[in-house]
């Protein structure tokens, strides 16, 4: 009788053990992270000596690796979750899989040059001012963060535009927020969830739209490839791009002429990319089932 009641006062003991708040984990982490991350951008922008853009453009990458990446991996210690399965690393997607994601990144770049085009051809005549003038102030301070001469400056623009933004932001959405959401929500929530907030932290609403195509593809890709690497990849791919353009004229003009398109045509475009993106993320969502 009293072999009997042991294991049933070891089993009434594992029912009564708290289950860890997932949520609440990443949640509360995640909102230290930002808002001493944004704080942190706010007195760049007060010290910046002589508001010079090289030094701009190296406190910027600093604050992500120092501010937003590393405190990622420190509080990763709080969470249940082993360091490989919080940021994704115990995995190997297979290979169609990689040129599925590789393809969707590709689609989805057809599908914001549409976009924006669409966008800024039909925004409203009464909010075509304040369009203009945020679309401006967002594309200067572009220009005088990554902006530049030579190979040099392109490099350092890569690093700062493309590579420190792909490892720090997809290390914090991608990794400790959205997989930490994952364990207590469903995998579509916790994507829908991780896409908008990296959407918002932007602060760039002229993007908006594209922000959070690429915010909720790339946590799609986190979650069907269960590898962080890959989103790592597709994201500095997609800003290294940007980048490219603006140090290599011959892209810049082929950029300029995608403005040229009509409204038929892009509406066309926007459509056909946007399904096919669609297509492309149901297929690698279910992969990760």
């Not at 203009?132 to 700062?160: R, S």
């Not at 535009?161 to 469903?186: C, H, N, W």
């Not at 959407?199 to 593809?217: E, R």
């Amino acid at each position: 009788m009293q072999e009997n009641i042991e294991p049933q006062k070891e089993f009434q003991s594992l029912a009564l053990e708290p289950k860890f708040p997932n949520v609440k984990f990443a949640n509360k982490y995640l909102v230290i992270i930002l808002c001493i991350y944004l704080f942190s951008g706010i007195l760049i922008e007060l010290v910046n000596p002589l508001q010079q853009g090289k030094f701009l453009a190296y406190l910027q990458g600093s604050a992500q690796l120092l501010l937003m990446f590393l405190p990622a991996l420190i509080f990763s210690r709080f969470s249940p979750l082993t360091f490989k399965t919080l940021f994704r690393l115990e995995s190997k997607p297979s290979l169609l899989i990689i040129i599925l994601s590789l393809t969707g990144i590709i689609v989805l770049s057809l599908f914001e040059t549409s976009y924006l085009f669409l966008q800024d051809k039909l925004i409203p005549e009464f909010l075509q001012e304040i369009y203009k003038t945020t679309e401006k102030a967002i594309e200067d301070l572009y220009n005088q963060i990554l902006g530049g001469n030579g190979f040099f400056d392109m490099m350092k623009a890569l690093a700062i535009g493309a590579i420190i933004p792909a490892l720090s932001e997809e290390t914090l959405f991608r990794g400790m927020y959205q997989r930490s959401l994952e364990e207590d929500l469903k995998p579509s929530f916790a994507i829908l969830i991780s896409g908008l907030v990296f959407a918002l932290v932007h602060l760039n609403p002229i993007n908006i739209i594209p922000l959070l195509t690429i915010g909720l593809y790339l946590g799609v890709v986190a979650y069907g490839t269960k590898s962080l690497i890959i989103p790592i990849i597709l994201h500095f791919l997609n800003n290294a791009v940007a980048v490219l353009v603006m140090y290599t004229p011959s892209l810049s003009q082929l950029d300029s002429q995608s403005y040229n398109l009509n409204i038929p045509s892009a509406i066309l475009m926007c459509v056909i990319s946007f399904s096919f993106l669609i297509i492309i993320s149901i297929v690698i969502y279910r992969n990760g089932k």
